[in-house]
């Protein structure tokens, strides 16, 4: 008699190990995902294997634990890069722009940069153009800074490790037990600014939305030039942007 696990088709079974390891807070190990999916040792031994050499998993330097491969990350950028995603939170990303009166933008973490998924842009003829598919730097924009302090200790440790901190104006945090200390304060508030610190002139006000599992999966943000909106008025957003950011978020569940 076949067992349960054989009557799943294998692709089911595939795509059941990689949803596993993405909403793993950490890399997973082989008994960890072996809970997980409910699934044989040797079966998923073999399963992970086959990914791994795919590129839609990786192992972890020096451990014995599975993570989301360069290849799943990227399909996950380009799944939201995609039309039909990007129209499901574009009305609530207009409506935003709509109340607020500024451009806003939604983002989401892709390797060491910020990629924007999504933006509008305000009727002021002083603005910045920035496309769906543009990446920005981490450590010195607020969407980038808040997605960056959100991850879990040891991928935030691994990731700001390897930035490196370029300084694009006077107030870029180029300095990294700054940066972490930054970071540490971003963690506790659930939102982060940009107080000129990629461009010169311009601030931005950002706060996480979050999936099914709570868990920071992209970024919604205010950005104007200082001119127009100091960083004090940006942060009377803070409640309308929380607001956006939940409905963006049950609007991509």
Request: charged share 25%; hydrophobic share 45%; proline share 7%.
């Amino acid at each position: 008699m076949p067992r349960k696990e054989d009557r799943v088709p294998a692709t089911l079974r595939a795509f059941t190990v990689l949803e596993a390891l993405v909403r793993a807070q950490d890399p997973a190990g082989l008994a960890e995902l072996t809970a997980l999916v409910r699934l044989p040792k040797p079966t998923l031994y073999r399963m992970l294997a086959l990914l791994q050499s795919a590129g839609l998993v990786m192992r972890t330097p020096g451990a014995r634990a599975y993570a989301p491969g360069p290849r799943l990350a990227a399909l996950g950028r380009d799944v939201m890069l995609h039309g039909a995603m990007r129209s499901a939170g574009h009305a609530v990303l207009a409506g935003l722009v709509e109340e607020i009166g500024e451009t806003c933008n939604f983002t989401m973490l892709d390797g060491a940069e910020v990629v924007y998924v999504d933006r509008v842009e305000s009727s002021w003829p002083l603005r910045m153009n920035l496309n769906a598919g543009t990446h920005v730097p981490l450590h010195c924009t607020a969407s980038g800074k808040l997605l960056l302090a959100l991850l879990p200790k040891a991928a935030r440790e691994r990731l700001c490790a390897r930035l490196p901190l370029k300084r694009y104006t006077a107030t870029t945090f180029t300095d990294r037990a700054r940066l972490a200390e930054e970071l540490e304060r971003i963690r506790a508030q659930r939102h982060a600014t940009d107080n000129e610190e990629y461009h010169a002139g311009l601030v931005c006000v950002a706060v996480p939305v979050l999936d099914r599992s709570r868990r920071a999966c992209a970024a919604l943000a205010v950005q104007a030039p200082v001119s127009r909106m100091p960083l004090p008025r940006a942060l009377e957003y803070l409640p309308v942007l929380r607001r956006a950011a939940q409905a963006m978020g049950s609007s991509l569940s």
